[in-house]
């Protein structure tokens, strides 16, 4: 599987260095993307990206990532939500919105990703990605160009991107999460939860090198409980792999929260004064703060398959995480 995925890459890489220079010779005729948007090339955004994961199901990745896209998009911030996750409870049943195609329809070159994705609220745009990505293999190289043109127009228009991948660790959801700069580990106090988070940390340092996580502890009855948790998770993980865990914060246990999904309407926005939005509101603060503190990308554009096909060294494994980083 790992050595599908290698040369996968390989054979992307080479593509997008072709893509590049047909890009270089296109460009010295005409304007550039950036150019056309009234931007100069170094001018381009470089959003900041994030997956939201776990090892068990259920434990609140989609109210997370919704949450966090709604405080940044009240700050005024361009938010980009895929929803890369297969399972039922999916952003667009807690937001209430309809998405009719998906990433699919890109891959098929019927559709671009502006017409796939859809308006959330507050103006947040989703991208329904569950199905297709898992694809990628069977693309041709002709789709793979398309697709990485469309990427590559597309993606500097937002300032964040939140991914809310499935539970454990399948094809997509290691795709999503070995392309974005930081990962989000949600848990909840259940000690099952914490055992499924420790397993999927387990097989993305063994199997990808990542050596670094985020944790947010969800659903718990005080900040104690939640700095329990990750005492015990950091300090397995520190012992046994080597991992670096950064403690992101922690969301109490709300009913209004239940509410909240049961209305289909983000939390922030029905209660705002909810233990969970006050929450979400200083996790989403402290998220920032991790951002701007340390850019994994050293300015240079990342995001997605675009820095899976670049930034991939010979031996398959991202160069940052061949750090092992610990904040
Ligand atoms: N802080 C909380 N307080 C109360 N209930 C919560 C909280 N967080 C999550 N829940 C409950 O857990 C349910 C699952 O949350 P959510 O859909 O975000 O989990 P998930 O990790 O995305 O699940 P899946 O793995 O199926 O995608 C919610 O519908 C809600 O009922
Ligand atoms: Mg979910």
């Not at 898992?134 to 697709?147: G, P, R, W």
Request: hydrophobic share 40%.
């Amino acid at each position: 599987m790992i050595e599908e995925l290698d040369n996968q890459v390989a054979t992307l890489r080479e593509l997008a260095r072709q893509k590049d220079k047909v890009d270089a010779r296109k460009n010295s005729g005409s304007p550039s993307p950036a150019a056309a948007m009234g931007r100069a090339p170094s001018e381009r955004k470089v959003p900041h990206t994030m997956a939201i994961t776990s090892g068990k199901g259920g434990v609140g990745k989609t109210l997370v990532t919704v949450n966090l896209a709604i405080n940044y998009a009240r700050q005024g911030l361009k938010v980009l939500l895929i929803d890369a996750d297969l399972g039922l409870a999916n952003i667009d049943v807690v937001l209430g919105v309809t998405p009719s195609n998906t990433i699919e329809d890109v891959l098929s070159g019927e559709l671009t990703l502006d017409e796939v994705a859809v308006e959330g609220p507050m103006g947040i745009t989703i991208l329904p990605a569950a199905s297709g990505v898992a694809e990628l293999s069977n693309l041709t190289e002709e789709q793979k160009l398309s697709l990485m043109d469309h990427i590559d127009h597309w993606h500097a228009d937002f300032d964040v991107v939140l991914v809310d991948t499935g539970a454990g660790i399948s094809p997509n959801v290691r795709f999503f999460v070995l392309a974005v700069e930081r990962i989000m580990i949600v848990v909840t106090p259940d000690p099952a939860s914490i055992t499924d988070a420790y397993a999927l940390m387990k097989v993305m340092f063994m199997n990808h090198r990542v050596s670094h996580f985020d944790l947010v502890v969800n659903q718990v009855s005080s900040e104690q409980e939640a700095k329990d948790v990750y005492r015990t998770l950091s300090q397995v993980a520190d012992k046994y792999l080597n991992i670096g865990m950064n403690f992101a914060g922690s969301i109490p246990e709300d009913p209004l929260l239940v509410k909240s999904v049961r209305q289909q309407r983000p939390v922030a926005d029905l209660y705002p004064d909810a233990p969970a939005s006050q929450a979400f509101i200083a996790l989403s603060k402290r998220v920032m703060r991790m951002w701007q503190q340390k850019r994994h990308d050293d300015g240079r554009m990342i995001f997605f398959w675009r820095r899976l096909l670049n930034e991939m060294p010979k031996d398959g494994q991202p160069k940052d995480d061949q750090e092992t980083t610990k904040e």
